[in-house]
């Protein structure tokens, strides 16, 4: 019986070391061209393409089945040419064998090395990573009868090469130097990747975590952190991903951009400003929805550079449309120093200064609200304040309430290339008023505009999509134009006169500067000793010819009407003057023209003259026409 049972024994131990030797050993006798068939086969029709191993392929089952694949080469579907989708230069897999008797999938070891990818995307829309697979659908009756348990141990990619190639809009992008490995203990329990490489010749290291893979993969919410670090972003994201049906998740975000012109360059996007007005973004929020359906709630998100420095907080949402609701708040410290940046043409001289603006921006993409909109511009030269709203579409329109001022207007002109005339005129300008209109046309209703010591109210429209252009109606008060008049060259006094009117030059070139067409409705007009009382005024103003029409006067007790004509856009200046006062008290109106008050009585008074001179006395020696009076009546 003993002996019988060693017999027995030896045998079923020799059974065994048979079946061990034929584990070793078997498969090593197979030959690798049949393995190296049975996976092109394979592969190829998983893959819908064609599937080539050109390397030595060797296969172990004991103690772990193991395979590696010398050199595989993936084709291109039809239409991308005749390079290959991708290479790699080995492929290393292995599977543990006693936890797969036990349903249990314990990846040993899954290693990519020298893998190389080229993603191609066509005119027409259509790609080369959508693979279609030609192995028949597996049936109800096929089905597994249950979900398998899986770990994944030594998986890395060594030396990886991505290129994306978008032939529609010319765009192209490398990842390169790839090395990446992950590693999970079961699918309940947490998955870690790690990764480093060179996106765009922009070194990258990266970690990511995923708590519960099969939570997620059964459409519940799992624990997800990622941290990604780079010479030019950094970011750090955490929360919960699910997947499924529907994809969702609840992230929270911190980033920074310290250079945002260097990462564009790095990812060939060319057109930008200069680095001196893009400067550094940093963003912290939260990030939640759909793959198409993200909304981003920004806590804070700020832009500092040398020129422009911004806030940003509120919400985006990245949908069919991209819509916005945030509060922004602008600060750049020189508005001449962007312009010449952003190469603008600009006045310069102080014209420029600083700029603060606020606001509320609503709305989507192609038709942005801006609320509560708080502008402000200070210069030495030029003040500007705006409070209201604004909209862009496909043009700039707003509506609020603006001030401006111009405290020293000679200054202004002058560093706007012109040179106004000298003496106490010309010296400030100020203008508030309800407005409304666009990037080219501004309209003023209930405007008070004050220049040098006249006050005026009313509405006006400012266009100035080539030359500045005022229209519109004003009440005034006392308008006293003898010192402009001085100023361009008429004596300031009838002494100087009775002197010789010498060669003091006419100057009116500052009629040059914009048109105009205003109605004025002034309390009294006064020229040197001509009083012309309250009087309605149509000033028209077209490319330095100035036709000023006073339709209502009182002149010296008399009633009419006249006109002043002046040519400011020839090399010779001119001017012209027509009167016609019925009821002219005689000796005020002799006494200021000609200091002779010895005729009394009233009459009637045309004036029809013009000249034209370089300075007075070539003005006066030039001037034809007629002047007299009529019907003089004594008193």
Do not use: C
């Not at 009637?604 to 006066?620: E, K, P």
Request: hydrophobic letters at 45%; zero cysteines.
């Amino acid at each position: 019986m003993r002996r019988t049972a060693l017999i027995g024994g030896s045998i079923l131990g020799g059974l065994l070391l048979l079946l061990i030797a034929a584990v070793l050993i078997v498969p090593q006798m197979i030959p690798s061209d049949v393995y190296r068939t049975r996976i092109q086969s394979a592969a190829s029709s998983a893959l819908g393409r064609d599937v080539e191993v050109t390397g030595d392929v060797n296969v172990r089952v004991f103690p772990r089945i193991e395979a590696r694949a010398g050199a595989t080469t993936i084709a291109n579907p039809d239409g991308f040419g005749d390079a290959p989708f991708a290479t790699m230069g080995e492929l290393r897999a292995a599977v543990k064998l006693i936890p797969l008797l036990f349903q249990r999938v314990e990846v040993d070891e899954f290693i990519l090395v020298e893998p190389s990818i080229a993603l191609i995307a066509l005119e027409d829309g259509s790609n080369n990573w959508t693979f279609t697979s030609t192995q028949p659908a597996e049936t109800s009756g096929q089905s597994s009868s249950g979900a398998l348990n899986a770990s994944l141990g030594d998986v890395r990619i060594i030396d990886g090469q991505v290129s994306y190639e978008d032939r529609a809009s010319g765009q192209a992008h490398t990842l390169t130097a790839l090395n990446m490995r992950a590693r999970m203990d079961a699918l309940d329990r947490p998955f870690n990747i790690t990764a480093s490489g060179v996106a765009n010749e922009l070194p990258f290291e990266m970690e990511a975590r995923l708590e519960n893979p099969e939570a997620m993969m059964a459409g519940q919410a799992s624990g997800l952190s990622a941290e990604l670090a780079t010479s030019l972003i950094s970011a750090d994201v955490e929360g919960t991903a699910t997947l499924g049906a529907s994809p969702q998740f609840d992230l929270s975000f911190e980033g920074e951009v310290p250079a945002v012109t260097d990462l564009a360059a790095a990812f060939d996007i060319a057109g930008l400003p200069p680095a001196s007005v893009l400067g550094a973004i940093s963003a912290t929020g939260r990030a939640t929805g759909t793959p198409d359906n993200i909304r981003l709630d920004i806590a804070s998100a700020r832009h500092a550079s040398q020129l422009v420095r911004a806030d940003l907080a509120g919400a985006v949402t990245l949908a069919e449309a991209i819509g916005f609701e945030l509060d922004a708040n602008a600060d750049i410290p020189d508005l001449s120093q962007l312009a010449s940046a952003m190469n603008i043409a600009a006045p310069g001289g102080g014209v420029l200064g600083e700029a603060k603006a606020s606001s509320r921006i609503a709305g989507t993409v192609g038709d942005i609200r801006f609320d509560n909109v708080n502008l402000a511009h200070d210069s030495r030269l030029l003040k500007l304040s705006y409070a209201g709203g604004a909209r862009m579409t496909d043009a700039l329109t707003y509506n609020g309430r603006l001030t401006l001022e111009a405290p020293d207007l000679k200054q202004l002109a002058k560093a706007t290339g012109t040179e106004l005339p000298a003496g106490d005129t010309y010296r400030s300008f100020s203008l508030t008023g309800d407005t409304s209109g666009s990037a080219t046309d501004v309209m003023l209703r209930n405007a008070v505009v004050e220049f040098d010591d006249i006050r005026g109210t009313g509405q006006a429209a400012l266009d100035f999509a080539g030359k500045p252009r005022l229209s519109g109606a004003l009440e005034t008060g006392p308008i006293d134009i003898t010192p402009y008049a001085a100023a361009s060259g008429a004596p300031k006094s009838q002494g100087a006169a009775q002197k010789g009117w010498g060669s003091t030059p006419i100057d009116l070139s500052p009629l040059r500067m914009a048109d105009a067409d205003i109605a004025l409705n002034a309390q009294s007009l006064k020229f040197r000793q001509f009083d012309f009382g309250p009087s309605k005024l149509r000033v028209v103003l077209a490319d330095g010819l100035l036709n000023a029409a006073i339709d209502q006067t009182t002149l010296f007790g008399g009633a009419g009407g006249l006109q002043l004509v002046a040519d400011g856009s020839k090399s010779v200046p001119e001017v012209g003057l027509k009167a016609n006062i019925d009821g002219l008290a005689i000796q005020p109106f002799l006494q200021a023209a000609a200091n002779f008050g010895m005729v009394e009585g009233t009459g009637d008074l045309t004036i029809d003259v013009a000249g034209a001179g370089a300075n007075l006395a070539s003005f006066m020696s030039s001037l034809q026409g007629r002047a007299g009076s009529h019907s003089i009546r004594a008193p």
